[in-house]
């Protein structure tokens, strides 16, 4: 007879996982020992968080829910940040940790911790198991809730003694949800938004991370084409919207571009599709798109009139709304608005509004280096100023090119997740852009490169500060730059060569027009190329910003277009 | 002040779910009571909230994966207003306990 541990392995592999994220301990031995003959690979971090990302990393390349495993206490409180992270960005995971065997549940014992409790906020769903009989259907359960509807973490507690245990092997049951999917709209509102589109001057389109989560892009790109209305999109939707369309003005929100925090301000017409509307998109929520009527198109109705009460709301899934709007639209004469559209989206605010900061060599270097990655390639970023710079200098279509932890903003997310994404996708390029800062709260994820040779590409632009609190400190609090000094950092070269990976430094340049060394392109042909883990360090200037950028609690109206 | 009413699924942590709506936002709650309901369970929740706050957990409610129903709150003036309303009608746990009997 097979036993807890062994079911465990069985059912992931009937959910057609492959490949899992953890780290060994006492409580997850048995599960371990089973692993051998599974045929489910199983990629040791040197970290919980690092497999909690990574399986993050996975999921959101894999377009699945990646698992991660950890032990009991410690091991478990280890993931609640990714599980947070996955919550925020509507990833699905399955976290499995170990339990204290049950009959010490409660009290107090060594490596015991209530992980079910400690998570209830942030999963989706969670349980602690009770008995091996059931271990086939929680975790049936479990994945088909982490995938469903806005997907998201879910968490199952086993206790050692039920992974121990021998049982038959149940044949699990279907999982039927206890209720049918909330609230999708009855008939699809096709002459409100006939009546809205007519009465509008200047409508605006927000693409978020659902249109991509939907597998809606082509639908949506097609809505677009036919609406002709300027759009603009959040940092998870970027890739989304076809970057030619001449109606695209790029991101919006805190480090948005000109063009689209502009257009958001004056729009009478706000068409929202699959997006939280956060307040790092928002702004000032009491004066967002202050003249707008609000139609979200939203699979999850706790999403609706949280910042903003809406004119319509569209529920359900975007695969399923967006081809209804299409249709509706019909032998519908949708209004001209290309005079709007040449307002909004010309060239007088097209510009980034990079000013003469001392930014610019950042941004070229990561422009040379973005022009050489082949198209359906992955950019990983991890949490600050040079994930803004490289979400602005994004340019590509691939619908899930660009990673990042855009919700809970989770400093150390980029290697881990850049290591998850490239065992995921194999065949792809992936590059991850770090900072000095969250590089080194998951170095050690560099030993799991290594060890599976993966041929993640590791950037850190290497400001010696905590760049992004530096820059608030200087534009907000009179330059006070109250611990945020990293100038005694390791050498990160040498970092890397001790994890036995090549590392390399690049620095500017102030002889030459771009500010870059003249063997730029030569380096980054040479970096992007080699078969392997490589770390690449860039120089960037200690005080350089990320423009523009919208003041916390400001409207979007009142950017900061350059440093005053 | 609400009288917010759920019905749900008594599976593990659903209630717990349904009281973290409320408190992660600071919210007191004045009165709880959860009982079974039929075939399911319901919970009874007295809360003093803005309007915008009301209508965000009764949103964050309905999707918790065992979360059944959430009925229309009510609005009451007070706390004594709210028990004394409640003490009149008779709980569907004390209409079960009349049939047992």
């Known amino acids: 007879m097979p036993t807890g541990a062994a079911i465990v392995w069985a059912c992931l592999k009937a959910e057609g996982i492959d490949t899992v994220f953890g780290y060994p ?51 478990a409180t280890n993931l609640v940040t990714g599980i947070a992270d996955a919550r925020m960005d509507s990833v699905p995971l399955v976290c499995i940790t170990g339990q204290v065997r049950s009959n010490l549940i409660g009290t107090d014992a060594f490596q015991e911790t209530d992980i079910f409790g400690l998570t209830l906020p942030l999963t989706k769903w969670s349980r602690l198991v009770r008995t091996t009989e059931e271990i086939p259907d929680v975790l049936r359960q479990a994945f088909a809730i982490a995938e469903g509807g806005r997907p998201g973490p879910v968490l199952v507690d086993i206790p050692a003694d039920l992974l121990k245990a021998t049982v038959e092997v149940p044949v699990p049951g279907k999982y039927v949800p206890s209720r049918p999917a909330a609230g999708a709209n009855a008939s699809f509102p096709s002459a409100a938004l006939q009546a809205l589109l007519q ?58 571009t000109r063009a689209s925090n502009t257009a958001l301000h004056e729009t009478d017409l706000l068409f929202v599709f699959g997006a939280r509307l956060d307040d790092r998109v928002t702004g000032d929520p009491a004066r967002f798109a202050p003249d707008a009527r609000i139609v979200h198109f939203e699979i999850d109705p706790s999403q609706l009139d949280r910042v903003r009460r809406g004119e319509l709301a569209v529920v359900g899934d975007l695969n399923d709304t967006l081809p209804q709007f299409v249709q509706s639209l019909d032998g519908f004469a949708v209004p001209d608005f290309s005079a709007w559209r040449t307002v909004a989206c010309g060239p007088e605010r097209a510009a980034l509004g990079t000013g003469t900061n001392t930014a610019l060599p950042a941004i070229r270097f990561l422009d040379e280096l973005f022009a050489r990655m082949p198209e359906q390639s992955y950019i990983v970023t991890d949490v600050g100023q040079h994930q803004m710079w490289a979400a602005q200098r994004f340019n590509s279509n691939f619908p899930f090119g660009f990673i990042t932890s855009g919700g809970l903003g989770s400093m150390g997310f980029g290697l881990p997740a850049a290591i998850g994404v490239q065992l995921a996708q ?139 | 002040m609400y009288r917010f009413r759920l019905r749900y699924l008594n599976s593990q942590g659903t209630l717990m779910r349904i009281l973290m709506t409320v408190t992660r936002r600071g919210l007191d709650l004045s009165y709880v009571q959860a009982e079974p309901a039929g075939d399911a369970y319901q919970v009874t929740l007295l809360v003093e909230a803005p309007v915008k706050q009301m209508l965000q957990m009764c949103r964050d409610w309905r999707v918790i994966v065992d979360v059944l129903e959430v009925e229309q709150p009510v609005e009451v003036r007070n706390l004594e207003e709210a028990l004394a309303n409640l003490a009149a009608l008779p709980s569907s746990g004390a209409e079960r306990a009349a049939a047992v009997n």
């Open chain 1, 199 to 256: 009465s509008a001057k200047k409508p605006v389109a927000l693409v978020g991370a659902g249109v991509k989560l939907a597998g809606a892009k082509d639908v949506l790109n097609q809505l677009l084409d036919r609406l002709n209305i300027p759009t603009t999109a959040t940092v998870h939707g970027l890739g989304a919207v076809q970057k030619e369309a001449p109606y695209f003005m790029g991101m919006v929100g805190m480090h948005g």
């Open chain 1, 25 to 75: 301990g006492g409580a997850v031995i048995p599960l371990y020992d089973a692993l051998d003959g599974s045929g489910i690979r199983h990629i040791l971090t040197r970290h919980e968080q690092g497999a909690v990302f990574a399986a993050e990393g996975w999921a959101r390349a894999r377009g699945k829910a990646g698992v991660a495993i950890a032990t009991s206490g410690p091991g």
């Open chain 1, 426 to 564: 194999p065949e792809r390029k992936v590059l991850c852009v770090s900072g000095d800062g969250g590089v080194q709260m998951n170095v050690q994820e560099l030993a799991t490169a290594k060890r599976f040779n993966l041929p993640v590409k590791l950037l850190i632009v290497d400001n010696k500060y905590l760049g992004m609190v530096r820059q608030w400190q200087q534009l907000f609090y009179d330059r006070n730059y109250a611990e945020t000094d990293l100038s005694d950092n390791p050498d990160f070269v040498m970092l890397a060569q001790a994890y036995g990976i090549k590392g390399r430094r690049l620095g500017i340049d102030p002889t030459t027009e771009t500010g870059l060394p003249a063997n730029t392109g030569d380096v980054l042909n040479d970096f992007l190329s080699s078969p392997e883990p490589e770390l690449l360090v860039f120089e960037c200037p200690p005080e350089a910003n990320v423009f523009p950028m919208v003041p916390s609690g400001a409207a979007l109206s009142e950017m900061l277009l350059e440093e005053k």
